[in-house]
């Protein structure tokens, strides 16, 4: 079975810093196209960032734009997103998700496999 387990979110001041691991098991890494999706309290799960298989194609929503870094080490069987800049409107509960097969997509019914959340909280 495909396992997703998420670390590194906590609490924050504003223009701080995070990294957020996502560490995966059950098949091959490099099967895997991955996502971060957040979700904020009464508010629809949302994306974040994507990468393809070999971390050559990324994609980023527009409000983490240039602030935010998704990545992955195949070797490790770990993606990262490193969060930088950080804003209160950026706390939520974030996931990591894998799809194999089909293309990165930034729709997250097209993940199959998620992770369990981790926590991240910026204060102002």
């Known amino acids: 079975q495909v396992q997703l387990v998420e670390s590194g979110g906590g609490l924050v001041q504003a223009g701080g810093s995070l990294r957020l691991s996502c560490a995966a098991s059950?098949?091959?890494?490099?099967?895997?196209?991955l996502g971060w999706f957040r979700q904020a309290p009464g508010k629809e799960r949302e994306f974040v960032a994507r990468i393809n298989r070999y971390g050559g194609l990324t994609s980023y929503a527009s409000s983490v734009q240039g602030r935010f870094t998704i990545s992955r080490d195949n070797g490790k069987n770990t993606v990262y997103l490193q969060m930088n800049s950080l804003k209160p409107e950026d706390t939520a509960v974030y996931y990591c998700a894998a799809r194999i097969g089909g293309t990165s997509s930034s729709y997250y019914g097209d993940y199959r496999y998620w992770g369990q959340g981790t926590q991240v909280t910026v204060s102002a």
């Open positions: 059950g098949r091959t890494f490099s099967d895997y196209r």
